[in-house]
C-alpha cells in the first residue's frame, strides 16, 4: 500500500513558479514509476509528465514541454514537479499517481495509487 500527499500548490501570477511535492509513505515506494496529471474545471484529468523507479523520465505533454521538469528523491519517499513560466491555462488541481510497473504510461486507469490533489490558480 502506498499513500501520497501533495503539496505545493497555491496561487501565482503568470509567469511565476511553483515546485509541487508527492511525499509518499511505505518502504517500497522506490520501486513505484509515478506521474503527474492534473485536471481543469469541467476537462479530463490530462498526463503531464513521469518518472521510472530507476530516475527516467518521459518527455512532457506538449502543453508544458520546455515549462515543467519532474525529479525524485527516493531516500526522501519524495516527487516533485517543478513548474516554471506558469500561464493561465496551467490552472487545475494537480495529482500525483504511482504504478508498481517500470513503465511510465499516461492512462489514469493504469495507475494504482493517488493522492488527493493540490490546487494551483495563476492569475493573469
Known amino acids: 500500500q502506498v499513500l501520497l500527499v501533495e503539496s505545493g500548490g497555491g496561487l501565482v501570477q503568470t509567469g511565476g513558479s511553483l515546485r509541487l511535492s508527492c511525499a509518499a509513505s511505505g518502504r517500497t515506494f522506490s520501486s513505484y514509476t509515478v506521474a503527474w496529471f492534473r485536471q481543469a474545471p469541467g476537462k479530463e484529468r490530462e498526463f503531464i509528465i513521469g518518472i521510472s523507479w530507476s530516475g527516467s523520465t518521459t518527455e512532457p505533454a506538449h502543453p508544458v514541454k520546455g515549462r515543467f521538469t519532474i525529479s525524485r528523491d527516493n531516500a526522501k519517499n519524495t516527487v516533485y514537479l517543478q513548474m516554471n513560466s506558469l500561464k493561465p491555462e496551467d490552472t487545475a488541481v494537480y495529482y500525483c499517481?504511482?504504478?508498481?510497473?517500470?513503465?511510465?504510461?499516461?492512462?489514469?486507469?493504469?495507475?494504482?495509487?493517488w493522492g488527493q490533489g493540490t490546487q494551483v490558480t495563476v492569475s493573469s
Open positions: 499517481a504511482a504504478r508498481s510497473g517500470i513503465l511510465v504510461v499516461t492512462a489514469t486507469t493504469s495507475y494504482d495509487y
